[in-house]
T-cell receptor, first 113, second 112 residues
Framework: QKEVEQDPGPLSVPEGAIVSLNCTYSNSAFQYFMWYRQYSRKGPELLMYTYSSGNKEDGRFTAQVDKSSKYISLFIRDSQPSDSATYLC?????????????FGTGTRLKVLA | DAGITQSPRHKVTETGTPVTLRCHQT?????MYWYRQDPGHGLRLIHYSYGVKDTDKGEVSDGYSVSRSKTEDFLLTLESATSSQTSVYFC???????????FGPGTRLLVL
C-alpha cells in the first residue's frame, strides 16, 4: 500500500462546477500538506500549503485537512477551463528542508467549456 | 518559476552513455532536490542537497549521482544511462521557510 493514495482520474466537470479532489494517507506523522497544479509538459506549481488540521482558503481554492480520517481535500469553486490540469497532493512529517515530501500520483482534471 | 532553470530541457541519448542534467537557481536557497516523474509513480526523490558539497540519497538513487559545488547549481549525473531512466526529471528548491518546495520546468530524457 502506498503512503499516499490519489485517484488518477480523469475527472471531467462542466465549467462553473465545484470540484473536489482528494488524497488519503497512512502515516499519522504527516503534518505538512501541499497541493500542486501541473499543466501538461510543465513543472508542478504550488497552489496551497496547510500545516496540521483545518481549512485554508485562497480565492476559488480551499484546502481541507482531516487528520483523524487521514484525508485531505482541495475544492475548486466556479471551475474554469484554465483549471484543467493534473493536481498533485504532497505531504511530510516536518519542514521541507529536513523531511522528505511524499507525493500522490496526481488526479487529472478536465473542465469542459 | 521561482528562479529555477533546468538544462537541457530535452535530451535523447543511447544506453550506456553518461548524462548530466543541470539545475540552476537564483534564489540562494539552501535545499535543492532532484525528482523523477513517471506515470503511475508520481514524483520520486532521487537525491537532495542541504548545502554546498552536502548531498544525500532519496528513494530511487541507484544509477544516479549528484554534485553541488556552488549554492546555485545542482547537477544530476546518470553514470551509464539505461532505458529504465527514461523519464521527466524535475529539480526543486526549498523556500527560505523550508516549508514549501518550488519546481523547475523539467527535463525530458529519452534513453534509447
Amino acid at each position: 500500500q502506498k503512503e499516499v493514495e490519489q485517484d488518477p482520474g480523469p475527472l471531467s466537470v462542466p465549467e462553473g462546477a465545484i470540484v473536489s479532489l482528494n488524497c488519503t494517507y497512512s502515516n499519522s506523522a504527516f503534518q505538512y500538506f501541499m497541493w500542486y497544479r501541473q499543466y501538461s509538459r510543465k513543472g508542478p506549481e504550488l497552489l496551497m500549503y496547510t500545516y496540521s488540521s483545518g481549512n485554508k482558503e485562497d480565492g476559488r481554492f480551499t484546502a481541507q485537512v482531516d487528520k483523524s480520517s487521514k484525508y485531505i481535500s482541495l475544492f475548486i469553486r466556479d471551475s474554469q477551463p484554465s483549471d484543467s490540469a493534473t493536481y498533485l497532493c504532497a505531504m511530510s512529517p516536518g519542514p521541507s528542508g529536513t523531511y522528505k515530501y511524499i507525493f500522490g500520483t496526481g488526479t487529472r482534471l478536465k473542465v469542459l467549456a | 518559476d521561482a528562479g529555477i532553470t533546468q538544462s537541457p530541457r530535452h535530451k535523447v541519448t543511447e544506453t550506456g552513455t553518461p548524462v548530466t542534467l543541470r539545475c540552476h537557481q537564483t534564489e540562494n536557497h539552501r535545499y535543492m532536490y532532484w525528482y523523477r516523474q513517471d506515470p503511475g509513480h508520481g514524483l520520486r526523490l532521487i537525491h537532495y542537497s542541504y548545502g554546498v558539497k552536502d548531498t544525500d540519497k532519496g528513494e530511487v538513487s541507484d544509477g544516479y549521482s549528484v554534485s553541488r559545488s556552488k549554492t546555485e547549481d545542482f547537477l544530476l549525473t546518470l553514470e551509464s544511462a539505461t532505458s529504465s531512466q527514461t523519464s521527466v526529471y524535475f529539480c526543486a528548491i526549498s523556500g527560505q521557510d523550508q516549508e514549501t518546495q518550488y519546481f523547475g520546468p523539467g527535463t525530458r530524457l529519452l534513453v534509447l
